[in-house]
Structures are given as C-alpha cells and as structure tokens.
C-alpha cells in the first residue's frame, strides 16, 4: 500500500492515455484515467480521427468515386447524397469505438472516472463532474497527462456551428454545402477539402502559404492537386482571410488582397491547441506555451518529474499512431521497465482523396544533403490490380542510394497507400536493399506489386550507371 490512492492517473482517454494506463496496469499497477462522460476514447475517436477517417470511407463509398473509372464519370451509388447518410455510418463506427475503449480499460482493471480533471496539487486531481457539487479528489504517484487538443479558433472570427466551422464542428452541417471555403492547407483541411469536393461541393481552398504539405514529396503533392483541380477545387495560394461575413443563407469571405470569395459556409483548419487550460497547471508547477503544449524530455517527462505527458498535447508529430507508443513508454518510464524508444522511421499517412503516405527521406532532403540516390517509379496504371480497382493515377516512389543499395524513401500516392507504405518501412526497418524487393515474389495481382516494378526501375537505372562507370 501506498500513501496515494493509484499508482498512475491518466488525464485523457484517447490513444496515448488509454495506452498508457493500459501499459500500467500490466505491469501490476492501480490505475485510473479521467475524461468527461461524452470524451471516452478522446477527440481521436469523438471528434478527430475516427469520424473522419470514417466520413471518407462514407464518401468513397456513396459516391462511387472508386469505380468511375470502370462505370463512367456519372456512376454513383447513391443520389441526393445527405449529411444523414454520411452521420449514419460516422455514429455506428465512433459508437462501437467507444465500447471498445471502454472494454480494454475495464480487461485491465483500470478505473474509468468520469468528469473534468484538475489539478489541486502535483499529485491530487480533482475530478468535477457533468452536476454542480459533483466533485471529488484523488491522489497518484504518478501523472500522465494526455488530453489532446483542440482546434484554433483566431479570435477574429465569428465561429456560429452552423456556417463558420472548425473542423470539430464540421459535421454539424445541416446540409452538404454547394460551395465550400477552407481556410488552411494543412493535413485536416485538405482531407476535408478532398472530400467535400468528391461529394460535389465546389471547394475553395485559402492558404497563406505558398505551397502546400511542404513535408511531403513535391511530385505527389502536385499530383494530389491535380486531382483536386479536377474536382474543381480551387487554390488560393499566398492569401490570408481578413474577414467573414455571414447571414441566414451564406457566408462571404473577404481576401487580405480584396477578393471575395461567395460559399454556402467557411471551415478553418488553422491548427490545434493544446487543451490543458482547465487542467490548472500552475497548481502543479506547470506551464505550457502559447499554443497550449507541455514540454517533455525524451522519457516523456515534464519539468515536474513524476508527471509525463503524452500525444497531441506535446506537439509533433501528433499523430494517433505515435501517441499510442509515447504512452505506453511513458508508463514503463514511470516504473522504471526497461524499454525501446520509438524508432526514427515513423510513417506518415494523409487520409486525401486519393491518399498520401510515406517514409523516410524525401528528395528534397536528399539533395540539400548531397546523398547520391536513384529513383524508381510504379504507376497503378501499369498493374494488374490497379486496373482491377480503377485506379489509374496512382503511383509509388523508391529512393535508392547509389551506394549501398538500401531504401532511403517511400512515397505512394493513390488506393491504399497508408497501408502499403508499410512494406517499405519493414523493408527499411531492417536495412535490407533494393534488391530484396526486386528478387521478392508478390501476390498477383496486387497493388504491392508496385514495389517490385519500382525496385526494378531502380535498380535498371543504377545499372545503367554502372555501365557508364566502367
């Protein structure tokens, strides 16, 4: 028995806390994790992830966009598609998520508390129920804090839930919009511009930047705006919004450099905020930066030592996949279990229609370090399946150093490719070269195959080279 009521509370039920106190509780540890009533499973599986990643496969599939290439540019599955029909499938899909949640943390014998948790002290955390007076205090050892975030809301914008949205909010509209404008050309913004366009909204997309994903490879960015243009999104580059105006039937959208731009309702997709403000940090000794994020050393501690925190709320990369590994090590930092770091090869997928994912080095990165490297290209028209599935525009990069023969890069574009990005990263993860791919036999026919066709083209071309040497 301890002085404290559990070894670890878990402020936030989402990837990286759920993981954690899972992680915990394993090692024999009395857990609980805090999180309101309507948050179990936090923003991933309410408001961020899950919903949309749900919303997209919705879209895909009611408007039959996949299969437009084998049934002509009109086909669709459904007519007069509405916001019902998209929310039918997002509430079943998050609904069962959240039993899920809940089903692994009660396996594990960890607490579920319900209600808002604030600190009183760095080890004492008032929980503050949905009632006035429901309220009560409990004290940890240890503190994993793993709250997320939230949208940012620029204090100049009158956001109303029903025609200025953030992306939280978005699916509170009451109707598909016609016309579209989505401030911010970042991962949520384009995801959604993606989809609304495939639903045959006419989007625009405002960025004050002049490009946009600089993270990724240029060529597939520019293919991914290609397609986007071909479903009549247009891109605002270099521009930044002064104003919106809105009434009971539009919204207008005022450009710093004059234009305005007439839509049925206006998205911001202008980042994320750290959500510890009604933590009340300071009663721990905490302090977190303008944009609401803790500060953390590489074992996931912050300045006060038996607190950690975890996922989105300490910034980069604040992805869903990371913050289930930052967790879990976390709570096996926590109790002194041996344990590996995450590993620098972390994939990252863009859930566009079509998709994006990679890893690795990109080309750019390559050439500003001078590391000589080849190029090999697959294109789904080139497949078998890709033909099959009606795909035509999708295609997959390898980076191949010139002197070794290992993989520096993995880039695809198009069906699938948040999940064959993986081949490349086990392929990478354990140092193997080009040539495993080349000499590997793939399923037939498959969209793997790309990595075959891609070794090939690799591996022709340092040939070629070779020959020239000699």
Known sequence: MTEYDYDLIVIGSGPGGQKAAIAAAKLGKHVAVVDRHDMVGGVCVNTGTIPSKTLREAVLYLTGMSQRELYGASYQVKQD???ADLLSRTQHVVGREIQVVRAQLLRNHVELLTGTGRFLDAHTIAVEGSHRGDRHTITGDKVVIATGTSPARPSEVDFDAARVLDSDEILQLQEIPSTLVVVGAGVIGIEYASMFAALGSRVTVVEQRERMLDFCDPEIVESLKFHLRDLAV??????????????????????????????DAVMYSAGRQ???????????????DHRGRLKVDEHYRTPVEHIYAVGDVI??????ATSMDQGRLAAYHAFGEPANELGSLQPIGIYTIPEISYVGATEAELTA???????????????????????????LKLLVSTTNRTLLGVHVF??????????????????????????????????????????LDATNKIRALDRFAT
């Open 81 to 83: 598609i509405t916001i």
């Open 234 to 263: 247009t891109f605002r580059f270099g521009e930044k919004v002064a104003n919106v105006e809105v009434n009971d039937h539009a919204t207008v959208t005022t450009l710093v450099s004059g234009k305005r731009i007439p839509a």
């Open 274 to 288: 750290g959500m510890t403000e009604e933590l009340d940090l300071a009663a721990a000794g905490l302090e977190a």
């Open 315 to 320: 910034g980069f990369p604040a992805l869903a």
């Open 369 to 395: 370090s001078a590391v000589p490297y080849e190029v090999g290209t697959a294109r789904y028209r080139e497949l078998a399946r890709g033909q099959i599935a009606g795909d035509s525009y999708g295609m």
């Open 414 to 455: 198009g069906t699938g490719a948040t999940d064959l990005v993986h081949i490349g990263q086990a392929v990478m993860g354990c140092g193997g070269t080009v040539d495993y791919l080349v000499d590997a036999v793939f399923n037939y026919p498959t969209l793997s195959e790309a990595y075959k066709v891609a070794a």
